[in-house]
């Protein structure tokens, strides 16, 4: 294939196809925060695999690991078995991630993604307590299994489900009906009224910056409160940091600023460090109530993915990357803030921290044209929102300046160009 022809995709391929249609092209190569199609064109990557690669394509450190572990016959499948990869993914985890931190959970393998950690999630916080329902939170997104739709708020989504999504009860996440509107006040009296119709949960979860659902950002004493809540009525607090999480955010956890100490963590995406899949599921030791293989799969021990986990694991040894992570994410809210002050046109708001940031248009589909306009002026930026009313900047966190302010001078000329062509659709 030596073109960006799609027909063999559009013959062969379901309809259910989404990322093919914002970014039309046929890829060929990536490395760091590069990708190149196959007609040779460049791009700068501000989508990192929706967040699935915050070391950025094909690190040459986990590339080595992972080809000499092939290149040696190392185990690739072994359902929940004992393998040296396994163990060696365990210990840095525990000796780089949990000790430092002063955490202490036990590790499960769920399956290879996002959903599967958010449905063993729900499964163990019902198990445990004897109750049924969850509190999920406005425009949160967790997956697209039945039981991770049905905390899931975009209804485009929830529709695909082609069944009703019970058990769950639906609050407000912080500032969803505006700053002043206190939702933890109403939540709370949903929860102290007999006669509120909602039952003490089996847990509440939610995400501390909702990624899909428009890079809201929920504040850490609104995080302190919800936990509060939790503790003083034996909920569990489930954190989904499948997006958030693996220093997206600023710190390996994404509620590390905070008092909080979820009693379940899940984690997917970046947590291999390559691409692979990989999700963890993270228990306190007294909710460990599995009974063997009363929750499998075939695919919960992926080795490969185990290796370069380890891996990458090593960036975080050193403080250093950390305080880098911050410098950039503050040249992020710079850039966009600029953006903000200097195109009124946009009405726009700046969203987010740490390396997920983007900025909300009000104006009707001005997003999606400014993330379509930064597509063909080498720049891959996707969009997030239930009207796609975000554009987001998901750059790897290890993209250099040079990279980042190529990427930000591409977003800027994609802006003023729908500015002075007149583009743009008012409300």
């Given at each position: 294939?030596i073109?960006n022809d799609?027909?063999?995709f559009n013959?062969?391929?379901?309809?259910?196809?989404?990322?093919?249609?914002s970014?039309?092209a046929?890829f060929t190569?990536?490395k760091?925060?590069?990708m190149?199609d196959?007609?040779?064109?460049?791009?700068?990557?501000?989508?990192?695999g929706a967040?699935?690669?915050?070391y950025?394509?094909?690190?040459?450190?986990?590339?080595?690991?992972?080809?000499?572990y092939?290149?040696s016959d190392?185990?690739?499948h072994?359902?929940?078995m004992?393998?040296?990869?396994?163990?060696?993914?365990?210990?840095?985890?525990?000796?780089v991630?949990?000790?430092?931190?002063k955490m202490n959970y036990?590790?499960?393998?769920p399956?290879?993604t996002?959903?599967n950690?958010v449905e063993?999630?729900?499964?163990?916080?019902?198990k445990?307590?004897g109750?049924?329902?969850v509190?999920?939170?406005t425009?949160?997104f967790?997956?697209?299994?039945?039981?991770?739709?049905?905390v899931?708020?975009?209804?485009?989504?929830?529709?695909?489900?082609?069944?009703?999504?019970?058990h769950?009860?639906?609050?407000?996440y912080?500032?969803?009906?505006?700053?002043q509107?206190?939702?933890l006040e109403y939540?709370?009296?949903?929860l102290?009224?007999?006669?509120?119709?909602?039952?003490?949960p089996a847990?509440m979860?939610l995400e501390t910056?909702q990624?899909?659902g428009?890079?809201?950002?929920?504040r850490?004493?609104?995080?302190e409160?919800?936990d509060a809540?939790?503790?003083?009525?034996?909920?569990?607090l489930i954190?989904?940091d499948?997006?958030?999480?693996v220093?997206r955010?600023?710190t390996?956890?994404?509620f590390?600023?905070?008092?909080?100490?979820?009693d379940?963590i899940?984690l997917?995406?970046?947590i291999s460090g390559?691409g692979?899949?990989?999700?963890l599921t993270l228990?306190?030791?007294e909710?460990?109530?599995?009974?063997?293989?009363?929750?499998n799969?075939?695919?919960?021990?992926?080795?490969?993915?185990?290796?370069?986990?380890?891996e990458?694991?090593?960036?975080?040894?050193?403080p250093?990357?950390?305080?880098?992570?911050n410098r950039k994410a503050d040249?992020i809210?710079?850039f966009?803030t600029?953006?903000v002050?200097?195109?009124?046109?946009?009405?726009g708001?700046v969203?987010?921290?740490?390396?997920?940031?983007?900025?909300?248009?009000?104006v009707?589909g001005?997003?999606g044209?400014i993330?379509?306009?930064?597509?063909e002026?080498?720049?891959?930026?996707?969009?997030?929102?239930v009207?796609d009313?975000v554009f987001?900047?998901?750059p790897?966190?290890?993209i250099?300046?040079?990279?980042?302010e190529?990427?930000f001078a591409?977003?800027?000329?994609s802006i003023k160009?729908?500015?002075?062509?007149?583009q743009?659709?008012?409300?």
């Amino acid at each position: 294939m030596i073109s960006n022809d799609l027909s063999i995709f559009n013959e062969l391929e379901s309809s259910v196809r989404s990322y093919i249609r914002s970014f039309p092209a046929v890829f060929t190569k990536a490395k760091g925060y590069k990708m190149w199609d196959a007609e040779g064109k460049e791009y700068i990557d501000f989508f990192s695999g929706a967040g699935a690669l915050n070391y950025g394509h094909n690190e040459s450190k986990m590339k080595k690991k992972l080809v000499e572990y092939i290149l040696s016959d190392g185990i690739t499948h072994s359902l929940d078995m004992a393998t040296q990869a396994k163990a060696e993914f365990l210990e840095k985890f525990n000796n780089v991630i949990l000790k430092p931190r002063k955490m202490n959970y036990r590790v499960m393998f769920p399956g290879p993604t996002g959903t599967n950690t958010v449905e063993s999630a729900l499964k163990l916080a019902r198990k445990v307590t004897g109750r049924t329902n969850v509190i999920s939170f406005t425009n949160g997104f967790h997956g697209m299994t039945i039981g991770s739709l049905s905390v899931t708020g975009n209804a485009e989504k929830r529709k695909g489900a082609g069944i009703p999504l019970e058990h769950v009860v639906t609050m407000p996440y912080d500032s969803f009906v505006n700053d002043q509107f206190d939702t933890l006040e109403y939540l709370e009296r949903f929860l102290e009224d007999n006669g509120s119709g909602v039952d003490t949960p089996a847990a509440m979860i939610l995400e501390t910056v909702q990624g899909e659902g428009g890079i809201n950002t929920a504040r850490m004493e609104w995080l302190e409160r919800i936990d509060a809540i939790c503790k003083k009525r034996n909920i569990l607090l489930i954190i989904d940091d499948v997006q958030a999480g693996v220093g997206r955010t600023g710190t390996f956890f994404s509620f590390e600023e905070t008092k909080v100490k979820p009693d379940i963590i899940c984690l997917s995406k970046s947590i291999s460090g390559y691409g692979l899949p990989l999700a963890l599921t993270l228990i306190k030791p007294e909710l460990d109530r599995w009974s063997p293989g009363e929750h499998n799969g075939t695919f919960r021990g992926n080795n490969p993915a185990f290796i370069t986990a380890t891996e990458a694991l090593s960036y975080w040894e050193d403080p250093a990357f950390e305080k880098d992570i911050n410098r950039k994410a503050d040249n992020i809210t710079a850039f966009l803030t600029a953006a903000v002050e200097k195109y009124p046109e946009l009405e726009g708001e700046v969203r987010g921290r740490g390396f997920m940031q983007g900025i909300e248009s009000k104006v009707d589909g001005l997003s999606g044209k400014i993330a379509a306009a930064a597509f063909e002026r080498g720049l891959i930026m996707e969009t997030a929102g239930v009207n796609d009313q975000v554009f987001k900047l998901f750059p790897p966190l290890t993209i250099d300046d040079e990279g980042l302010e190529k990427g930000f001078a591409i977003i800027e000329d994609s802006i003023k160009s729908l500015i002075s062509q007149k583009q743009l659709v008012t409300n």
